[in-house]
């Protein structure tokens, strides 16, 4: 697990902070899509701009914490920089056999597979974790680099 338990660890890049009322339940942390209509739901739509929930500090929110549909969800566009981001419920990331990362239909880390047909340009993270990482009943923060 992280050491901190903000979305954000560093950055050497500006994120851009956006709002939107979520469409169902969403975990800060998670990858999100905006739907166009001033909603955002979790999920990944496979473009290059990777959206992800923020804790909101003034509501008291950490990592993991949920906004509940209809809830106005803080999110940032991020380009690079350290963030923590939530590995599926089921996965198991062993840094020292693969370090990337994927981006599920739900808005999850998945661990690169190519055999199960993930491709270099779907990586959208690399793990800065050290040990391996079992998410194992609820999905597991981890710390990544953005790709």
Do not use: C, W
Request: no cysteine; aromatic share 4%; glycine share 10%.
């Amino acid at each position: 697990m992280p050491a901190t338990s903000k979305v954000v660890r560093h950055s050497r890049h500006e994120f851009v902070k956006h709002d939107g009322e979520a469409d169902g339940a969403i975990y800060a942390g998670q990858i999100i899509v905006e739907n166009g209509d001033g909603t955002v739901s979790a999920g990944s739509d496979g473009t290059s701009r990777l959206l992800v929930a923020k804790d909101d500090r003034e509501r008291g929110m950490e990592i993991l914490d949920s906004y509940s549909d209809g809830d106005n969800v803080i999110y940032l566009a991020v380009s690079g920089g350290g963030v923590n981001l939530l590995l599926a419920d089921g996965e198991t990331l062993d840094p020292s056999a693969e370090n990337r990362l994927v981006a599920d239909e739900n808005g999850f880390l998945t661990v690169f597979d190519s055999d199960a047909g993930d491709e270099e340009a779907d990586v959208v993270a690399i793990t800065v974790e050290d040990e391996t990482i079992e998410a194992d009943g609820e999905p597991e923060p981890i710390s990544v680099e953005v790709a």
